[in-house]
């Protein structure tokens, strides 16, 4: 198994507007019952610091500017935009700079949300298609197993460059939301840079020159030539969103329910990945105590409706709205939590997150509203189309119960708990630790981010 050292150091810096910067006065913190109602322009901070044996030290940070305009429009921001830099010494890192608001146009409330980034992953999760279907052995990761292969074996490398510009309006009262919106995305694909990452490491550390799994499969053609190393995708959105949630962030009651297609046509130069997905997703918050306990769910299906959809596009997941700097599954920090990343890949998909959420403290520090809240909750999802995988391309040397499982597909499922740090209701530092309940899905996971899942 990999082995790493997850080193964070999480802080939160605030700002208000008139606040001095040179103000050292010991802060308190005191219990209130309302909350300070902010006006103009906050942000959050958070800097993170991390290590990984094969990644290298991982340095960077973000920020959430917010603002709440004056007259206040708290809890609900006029602007938010977001940005994180970070990078690791051996090449991965996170460029991202996200733009929401609903106040661009005075007359007309269009909701425009704008991501602009560049992503480089030197070791991204690929464990073959269908789920269980695609045999997962964490002995073949695991350098201290006798049938040990590589710590990069079910990995491969991506660089990502990617636009969207989604825009939302009403369509029927304050509830009933159309939605339109463009992305761009360019993939570059290829093998993981052994060499690299072996820069210096000697002896046992060294990560062994073989074929992952990624490597065979481009070899045996069950990836397309075509695919292998990338491309380029231009996609339109279209959809129909019922919200009637009372807080964005975390809301206690409420629902947001939508139909989402996302149409990659010939005409805007997709001559190679042509397709049409549909994402139905409901979700729905209950409150169970006021202002302090609630139950949320989320149920999603999402599948092809036409064409082909290239192999390195299928992982991701279609939605209105996502802050995250990539959402894709199922498995891993925005989907199943305490399943390995896109251990699930499929044609189509079926997915539901289960979530109990309680604040159990809240106040304010510096005029700075915040509060902490305990969740626990169940992830689970299954494929319920495979993608097509012609066993015949496979050399019959090949030791098929290495690679497949004659088995279909069931369902996978995970559990939790998670801590939340809230900052002004919007800014959310995230932490989630997953369990899987099938070592076929790997065993654990620990994730540090921003925001509730849903």
């Known amino acids: 198994m990999q082995k790493s050292l997850l080193l964070s150091v999480l802080f939160i810096c605030f700002a208000l507007h008139g606040l001095s910067a040179t103000d050292n006065d010991t802060i308190k913190a005191r219990q209130q019952k309302e909350e300070k109602i902010k006006d103009g322009w906050t942000f959050g901070a958070v800097p993170v610091v991390a290590y990984d044996s094969d990644l290298g030290f991982k340095y960077g940070g973000l920020v959430n500017f917010y603002n709440y305009g004056k007259p206040s429009t708290y809890p609900e921001y006029q602007q938010s935009i977001y940005l994180e830099i970070s990078r690791t010494t051996k090449g991965s890192g996170i460029n991202q700079l996200f733009f929401d608001s609903e106040h661009l146009f005075p007359d007309r409330p269009i909701r425009v949300t704008a991501d602009l980034s560049y992503l480089t992953e030197q070791a991204l999760d690929f464990y073959g298609f269908n789920g269980y279907e695609s045999a997962y052995f964490m002995d073949f990761e695991d350098d201290e197993s006798d049938d040990y292969i590589s710590r990069m074996y079910y990995r491969y490398e991506r660089k990502l460059l990617r636009f969207t510009a989604d825009f939302q309006g009403r369509l029927l009262g304050d509830n009933v939301r159309w939605l339109v919106g463009f992305a761009h995305f360019n993939h570059q694909l290829g093998s993981v840079d052994i060499d690299k990452l072996n820069e210096g490491k000697s002896g046992n550390d060294l990560l062994p020159d073989t074929a992952s799994l990624y490597d065979k499969y481009v070899d045996w053609g ?97 939605s209105s709205f996502s802050p995250s700097v990539l959402t894709e599954g199922l498995g891993g920090a925005k989907s199943l939590r305490g399943i390995r990343r896109d251990r699930i890949v499929g044609e189509d998909i079926v997915y539901g997150n289960f979530e109990f959420r309680w604040k159990f403290w809240k106040g304010v520090i510096k005029n700075q509203n915040f509060y902490l809240a305990l969740s626990s909750f169940l992830d689970a999802g299954k494929v319920t189309k495979p993608i097509e995988i012609d066993k015949s391309l496979i050399p019959p040397s090949e030791n098929l119960s290495n690679y497949f499982d004659e088995s279909s597909d069931k369902i996978h499922a995970s559990s939790g708990i998670g801590l939340h740090v809230v900052l002004n209701q919007n800014f959310i530092v995230a932490f989630d630790y997953g369990m899987a309940f099938d070592k076929r899905d790997g065993d654990n996971g620990l994730y540090i981010g921003m925001n509730f899942l849903f």
């Open 222 to 318: 069950l990836i397309p030539s075509e695919e292998a190393d990338g491309g380029i995708i231009n996609y339109l959105k279209f959809g129909t969103i019922y919200d009637t949630r009372d807080n964005e962030a975390n809301p206690m009651k409420g629902l947001w329910s939508e139909v989402v297609i996302v149409s990659a046509p010939k005409l805007l130069g997709n001559n190679e990945n042509r397709f049409t997905k549909l994402s139905i997703i409901h979700r729905q918050y209950f409150t169970l105590i006021p202002s302090k306990l609630s139950f949320a769910y989320r149920v999603g299906y999402q599948g092809t409706v036409q064409g082909n959809p290239p192999f390195y596009y299928q992982p991701y997941m279609i």
